[in-house]
């Protein structure tokens, strides 16, 4: 896949960034082979969206680099081309690491250059993959005084309500991901409304939801002799007898 290429606005952050970095390191003769390389890590969940918030730590645990909204953080080493650069990553809390581990390492070569007025700048590009992680949710029913009832998410059974017609669960899920929550009336045709549900969608963050809801009790005709209810509101016709 062809990878896009760099706007006037990132090649100016690249040489702003580098700025003291480059103007700092003037070679001796023994050092003429050694060069700044620029370090691109893009961070990208499984949806690939970018991710920002992945910091990027040195080899002596210091902070060297944070993602910006476009998921990309700019960082530098110092060698020879050939040679490897070290580094580690802490995703944000509701991301894990897809591939790979923690500890990075890339090869110091010139995949490619940006020109500027202080020089070439070597750019290498690093990828990681990243995905949302479950998190915990809390989720709180509460009906007037409708005792028992089942708590369904996803067909499963997650609670039923108390004496006081209240209920609690605890559910694990990814952000953005949505839970329709089912209150099951089936155990008595009198309640309406008829297992009413609720739908949430996953914060960021470990959240609490509440949902109230009220049931009522309908009137239900007694059964004829033949099995079936009486219709209201139907007339009889013809002579009414005397």
């Known amino acids: 896949m062809r990878r896009p290429v760099f706007s006037s606005r990132l090649c100016c952050l690249f040489l702003a960034s580098l700025l003291g970095v480059l103007g700092a ?71 894990l690491i897809s591939e790979g581990g923690e500890k990075r390492r890339v090869l110091l070569k010139r995949l490619r250059s940006i020109g500027g007025g202080y020089g ?30 089942p708590v369904v998410v996803f067909g499963i059974e997650k609670t039923r309500l108390n004496s006081r017609g209240v209920g609690m669960f605890l ?11 089912t209150l099951l009336t089936d155990s008595d045709p009198r309640i309406a409304p008829v297992s009413p549900r609720k739908t949430f969608v996953l914060a960021n963050e470990p959240t609490q939801y509440f949902w109230r809801t009220a049931f009522e009790i309908r009137k239900v005709e007694p059964l004829r002799k033949n099995g079936q209810r009486k219709t209201p509101g139907k007339k009889r016709l013809g002579p009414t007898a005397i």
């Open 25 to 95: 390191s003037c070679h001796t003769r023994g050092d003429v082979d050694r060069q700044t390389f620029v370090i691109l890590v893009e961070a990208k969940g499984n949806d690939f969206r970018p991710v920002e918030g992945l910091v990027i730590l040195g080899p002596g645990g210091a902070e060297i680099g944070r993602t910006n909204s476009d998921g990309r953080a700019l960082f530098t080493a110092v060698g020879q081309e050939g040679e490897s650069a070290e580094f580690s990553i802490q995703p944000p809390p509701e991301f």
């Open 120 to 149: 070439n700048i070597n750019i290498v590009d690093h990828d990681i993959k990243l995905r949302k992680r479950n998190l915990p949710y809390v989720v709180l029913i509460a009906t007037n005084q409708f005792a028992g009832l």
């Open 171 to 181: 559910h694990e899920g990814k952000p953005g991901d949505e839970i329709t929550v």
